[in-house]
């Protein structure tokens, strides 16, 4: 059924008259009388009694006027709907980030954000390595990613690193470097670590930072024995806290196994941090995931480096 005849049958039935609905319309009198015809024609059925001051609706007609009214709303409703979804206000996303991500202030924030600011995009959230998520994104099981330092960079991707965070060395509470009660954590240097056991991600579920940690190792003229190789981040604080070994993290962990881990800086001088990167496919440009895309970058723009 042709929805415009739809209108044009509500215009006439709403206003009794032929004439003044087609000025309604903007429309000249015999073409919409030629429409309302066709439209009964269609149905098999009279929708009006012609008379010399107007039309008068039949029992067929004053059914077919509600049916229309409520399939031309719900036709405007599905439009705003759509054009909702095509201005990314609408519609799912599917997000994944990694355990040293979910540490930092800033992702509670742009969810919460998002939350607010879009209330009609829902999220659906997964936790994940390095690897597993720049393998959904590109696979589609995800729209978007984050993650700290990118293992690969794979034709159809999309990389992008919101701020830097520093790294710092976490240490069991009893550890010689670790610093005192009531002292302030010393600084340290890659070559004040040349004797300690390391606890680090499994490659290659995460190797970035770590990457990176193991080649400065190499430039300061020694390779790190690791002790311990782990399948996400935060079980390196589990095991660093159970004195197994030491390790590096971002800064924002620092409040993890307070009472078990004491967290120093590394020197100023040390090329180590960890990047917060976004990813997403390089063809999602519209719709939920630009949206949220936009989002995520004005809210880092309000984080202060390692904040």
């Known amino acids: 059924m042709d929805m415009r005849r739809l209108r044009y049958f509500l215009a006439v039935a709403d206003t009794g008259h032929i004439t003044r609905a087609a000025a309604q319309l903007g429309l000249q009198q015999p073409p919409l009388s030629q429409q309302i015809k066709a439209l009964e024609a269609e149905l098999g059925l009279v929708l009006f009694q012609r008379h010399p001051k107007g039309v008068t609706l039949t029992d067929a007609g004053r059914l077919l006027q509600d049916e229309a009214r409520r399939l031309l709303q719900d036709m405007a409703a599905m439009q705003a709907r759509l054009k909702q979804v095509a201005q990314g206000q609408q519609g799912r996303l599917a997000l994944g980030f990694t355990s040293s991500v979910a540490a930092h202030a800033y992702m509670p924030r742009a969810l919460r954000a998002c939350r607010q600011q879009h209330p009609h995009i829902s999220l659906s959230l997964t936790e994940a390595n390095a690897a597993e998520i720049t393998e959904a994104v590109l696979a589609e099981r995800l729209h978007c990613g984050f993650l700290r ?159």
């Open 149 to 307: 330092v990118p293992i690969a960079r794979p034709e159809g991707l999309v990389f992008e690193t919101l701020f830097h965070e520093t790294a710092v060395v976490a240490l069991p509470i009893d550890h010689p470097l670790a610093p005192l009660p009531g002292e302030l954590p010393r600084t340290l240097s890659v070559t004040d670590l040349r004797a300690e056991g390391f606890i680090l991600v499994r490659q290659p579920g995460a190797p970035g930072l770590y990457a990176n940690l193991l080649a400065l190792c190499e430039a300061q003229g020694f390779s790190p024995r690791v002790v311990a190789e782990v399948p996400r981040m935060m079980s390196n604080l589990n095991l660093v806290a159970a004195g197994a070994g030491i390790s590096v993290v971002p800064a924002s962990m620092q409040g993890a196994h307070p009472h078990a881990v004491a967290y120093c800086p590394l020197a100023d001088a040390t090329p180590l941090d960890a990047p917060m990167t976004l990813v997403w496919r390089q063809s999602d440009q519209a719709g939920p995931t630009a949206t949220f895309v936009a989002l995520a970058r004005h809210m880092a723009r309000e984080v202060d480096g390692g904040a």
